[in-house]
T-cell receptor
Framework: DAGVTQSPTHLIKTRGQQVTLRCSPKSGHDTVSWYQQALGQGPQFIFQYYEEEERQRGNFPDRFSGHQFPNYSSELNVNALLLGDSALYLC?????????????FGQGTRLTVV | GQSLEQPSEVTAVEGAIVQINCTYQTSGFYGLSWYQQHDGGAPTFLSYNALDGLEETGRFSSFLSRSDSYGYLLLQELQMKDSASYFCAVRGGDNTDKLIFGTGTRLQVFP
């Protein structure tokens, strides 16, 4: 059983560019959340997708957007990249009806903006 | 605002017991989770407390006191592989699985 998979694992982008990160949830999971983790910090919630809609959003600007597909996979898009967007981007999946006790995280995408 | 406070670093020797504390201040509360993260790795779920008391899972135990907005993770029979960062996280009081993470505690286990 594959866990949460994210791609790419590492990415280097130039300031002002746009980036798309991808996530496939754990088999059987229908909810995907995205987190940003700066070095030495805890993950910060960006947004969550369920039934192909954004259900909840953290304190992130509109430059951060996402999408969920019918197969539950998800994308995170960041426009007009800033140096401060450099971080580890984590995807977590869970099951809406699963009692919400556990979220499974992917290995993350390390984004470096230069 | 919402915040979770943890010690930044804890050190211990193999075989010892260590306790990592977490105090939280959140607008809603649906349970306290603990995650382990090795350098370069994904956070992995360790335990979850929705109600007051102690939850035991092998060498790891977690405690919650909702009246004190306090919890801790207890790691017993420490092994070198337990060296990692440990995060407490509160599930927000809304209709999502949003997790609010603490700043993390870096545990170093020495031989």
């Amino acid at each position: 059983d594959a866990g949460v998979t994210q791609s790419p694992t590492h990415l280097i982008k130039t300031r002002g560019q746009q980036v798309t990160l991808r996530c496939s949830p754990k088999s059987g999971h229908d909810t995907v959340s995205w987190y940003q983790q700066a070095l030495g910090q805890g993950p910060q919630f960006i947004f969550q997708y369920y039934e192909e809609e954004e259900r909840q959003r953290g304190n992130f600007p509109d430059r951060f957007s996402g999408h969920q597909f019918p197969n539950y996979s998800s994308e995170l898009n960041v426009n007009a990249l800033l140096l401060g967007d450099s971080a580890l981007y984590l995807c977590a999946s869970s099951l809406e009806a699963g009692g919400r006790t556990e979220a499974f995280f992917g290995q993350g995408t390390r984004l470096t903006v230069v | 605002g919402q915040s979770l406070e943890q010690p930044s670093e804890v050190t211990a020797v193999e075989g010892a017991i260590v306790q990592i504390n977490c105090t939280y201040q959140t607008s809603g509360f649906y349970g306290l989770s603990w995650y382990q993260q090795h350098d370069g790795g994904a956070p992995t779920f360790l335990s979850y407390n929705a109600l007051d008391g102690l939850e035991e899972t092998g060498r790891f135990s977690s405690f919650l006191s909702r009246s004190d907005s306090y919890g801790y993770l207890l790691l017993q029979e420490l092994q070198m592989k337990d060296s990692a960062s440990y995060f407490c996280a509160v599930r927000g009081g809304d209709n999502t699985d949003k997790l609010i993470f603490g700043t993390g505690t870096r545990l170093q286990v020495f031989p």
